[in-house]
């Protein structure tokens, strides 16, 4: 259990340094890339329900800090995702491109759609459309790409703690 919550901690960290750093200058089409939103995908996609929609939460609190916006938005809507991507996890074959890509897309333009739906309706303008196609849609298709690379390595960290897990539960006990 240890090494789950540091590696947690580990990539919580190293996205927020990431997209603080070198991802704040990456701007493809114009638009940043959301590398919290795209580990939230991949730990839906790879966890159980409580671990996915802790992480979301947590990817999202450092999202809306990161970002400097209204604090806790971003986090309660990665949590939803996350929560929504427990719910059809097992049922698909994760490792395919096409459905990582799809899933980071439709979590980047649902969670980007809500935020400034809220934020349009709090702040009054009246853009919405221009907006949806100049910001949302290139940053989910930039999204969407990001999931590619980060799936493989995350998804051998969680095998690897996995197999930690099994080994000081079968020798160990509860140590």
Not at 19 to 32: D, E, I, T
Not at 45 to 52: A, K, Q, T, V, Y
Not at 84 to 113: C, D, G, H, M, P
Request: charged fraction near 15%.
């Amino acid at each position: 259990m240890k090494y789950r919550i540091a590696a947690a901690a580990l990539l919580l960290y190293a996205s927020a340094f990431l997209q603080a750093a070198p991802l704040s200058v990456l701007r493809p089409f114009g638009v940043a890339m959301m590398l919290p939103l795209a580990l939230t995908v991949v730990t839906g996609l790879l966890r159980g329900p409580f671990e996915s929609i802790l992480m979301g939460f947590l990817y999202g609190l450092s999202a809306d800090m990161l970002l400097g916006r209204t604090l806790g938005l971003h986090a309660l809507l990665y949590a939803g995702v996350a929560g929504l991507l427990t719910l059809v996890n097992e049922k698909l074959y994760r490792e395919k491109l096409l459905i990582q890509f799809a899933f980071s897309f439709t979590a980047a333009v649902i969670t980007e759609t809500l935020f400034f739906v809220f934020w349009f309706l709090l702040r009054g303008y009246d853009a919405f459309g221009t907006m949806f196609l100049r910001n949302i849609l290139p940053m989910a298709v930039c999204n969407g790409l990001l999931v590619l690379p980060l799936y493989r390595p995350v998804a051998r960290v969680y095998a690897w703690l996995d197999a930690v897990d099994r080994k000081r539960n079968r020798i160990g006990g509860n140590a």
